[in-house]
């Protein structure tokens, strides 16, 4: 049913884009061009094949904010503010979608956290809008034009769209870091996880009540990963590029571009920068971040920050001798490390196959290919200039993996399976030869 539910807002967001009103006058696209735009837009990636800001007319440019809105937060909690305004009432049904929907692993305060998710995200938008709205009269001549530049900027950024209405990313802002560093901090607000904001509102409120507050070990473990994969990101770019992109540059541009870039491949998608200009050790990790992706119950895709961090602690157990996963003086459970296991390599699968069908289909270098396919699962939204060139086929396939990337593996596994399906009966074990 969430799988449903996606497509239906592929469908829904597919016919706004396709009225009259949301182009500008003269302007005509294909039909694939616009489920591409679609898709890209409810799963918050930002690959676009056409020019944001010379296609859509200030009733698109709302329209997409709007999709933008609904892809980001997540189809379950804008449906559970519906359904809270109809008077519905959020029955057993209701809460196991909203679950599956958010990565939860139990009902308890489902609907509130759907509350606290909406309420969060749209004060962080709004103070980021004004902030960057207020700012941008110094680059606009209008406040209508600064103030639109700046809500959209900031709705792309919390939500990690990738989106942009400049026509350019945040290249014009490449040497402004008081821009760049407001839209790293509304990408790190989105991309974190929604649980790992609720639980630092419930510490910074409650603190003087609580001598001790225990933050949960998803909190620790993702806050953690997340920043040291950021960290990990800034100091190889910094390195690769020391004597290439960065030859001619200050110290403070190196290190706002390999901070900022670092900080957008965990899924925002801007760039100050067109990053085909990296060397390929740099783009290479650029495409491990991506697939890695943001936090689960985040407005981002890609195996996810947790999922990472549970395969480096099974290899550290393993290597260390260990039968059980222990981390934060808690022992990880089977279910989680079989699911990080099951979600890794499947994604490294598909998108290993959608290299091969991407390279047959479309004649870029592997370089190009990868770094696509690595964007789209990750719906990072980043990318080497490729997309408006590619095939039928090559749209077909981002498409795929931008939807995946948004529902995630789990839910596209269980599109083929019963996940409460059990055996009822076991074979003797028997051990066979591995590695």
Request: glycine residues 8%; aromatic residues 14%.
């Amino acid at each position: 049913m969430i799988v449903s539910f996606y497509i239906i807002s592929v469908v829904v967001s597919t016919c706004l884009l396709s009225l009259p009103v949301a182009v500008k006058q003269g302007f005509h696209w294909s039909f694939i061009d616009v489920v591409f735009t679609a898709v890209s837009a409810v799963s918050v990636t930002g690959l676009s094949v056409v020019s944001v800001a010379d296609t859509f007319s200030t009733a698109g440019i709302f329209i997409l904010l709007f999709i933008l809105q609904f892809g980001g937060i997540g189809i379950m909690t804008l449906g559970t503010f519906v359904w809270l305004l109809l008077g519905k009432k959020i029955g057993l049904k209701e809460r196991r979608l909203i679950m599956t929907d958010q990565n939860q692993s139990n009902f308890s305060g489902i609907v509130k956290l759907m509350k606290q998710i909406l309420t969060i995200i749209v004060l962080i938008e709004l103070i980021g809008a004004l902030i960057l709205g207020t700012y941008f009269l110094n680059y606009f001549p209008s406040w209508q034009e600064a103030f639109l530049q700046g809500l959209f900027a900031s709705v792309s950024a919390t939500t990690n769209a990738g989106f942009d209405i400049t026509g350019n990313s945040l290249i014009p802002f490449a040497n402004d870091y008081f821009v760049q560093f407001i839209h790293i901090l509304l990408l790190t607000l989105g991309a974190i996880g929604f649980p790992v904001l609720i639980e630092f509102k419930e510490y910074m409120t409650r603190r003087e009540q609580y001598r001790h507050y225990n933050f949960s070990l998803y909190t620790k473990l993702t806050t953690i990963t997340f920043f040291a994969l950021m960290l990990f990101g800034t100091i190889i770019i910094l390195l690769f590029e020391f004597n290439h992109f960065f030859a001619d540059k200050s110290w403070h541009e190196s290190f706002f571009y390999a901070f900022f870039q670092s900080a957008t491949t965990r899924n925002g998608g801007l760039a100050t920068m067109d990053v085909s200009l990296f060397s390929d050790p740099t783009l290479l990790a650029l495409c491990f971040l991506m697939f890695i992706g943001a936090s689960p119950s985040s407005v981002g895709g890609g195996i996810r920050t947790t999922t990472f961090a549970v395969i480096l602690l099974v290899l550290y157990s393993f290597a260390r001798g260990r039968k059980n996963v222990k981390v934060f003086r808690r022992q990880l459970a089977e279910d989680d490390i079989r699911r990080s296991v099951v979600v890794s390599f499947l994604a490294f699968l598909i998108c290993f196959i959608a290299t091969i069908v991407l390279s047959a289909s479309d004649h870029f270098t592997l370089m190009q290919t990868v770094f696509e396919v690595s964007s789209a699962f990750g719906t990072t939204g980043l990318s080497m200039g490729i997309t408006p060139d590619l095939s039928f086929i090559g749209k077909m396939v981002i498409i795929l993996l931008m939807f995946i990337g948004r529902i995630g593996i789990l839910s596209f596994v269980f599109l083929f399976s019963n996940r409460d399906q059990h055996d009822s009966y076991d074979y003797p074990t028997e051990q066979v030869i591995v590695g």
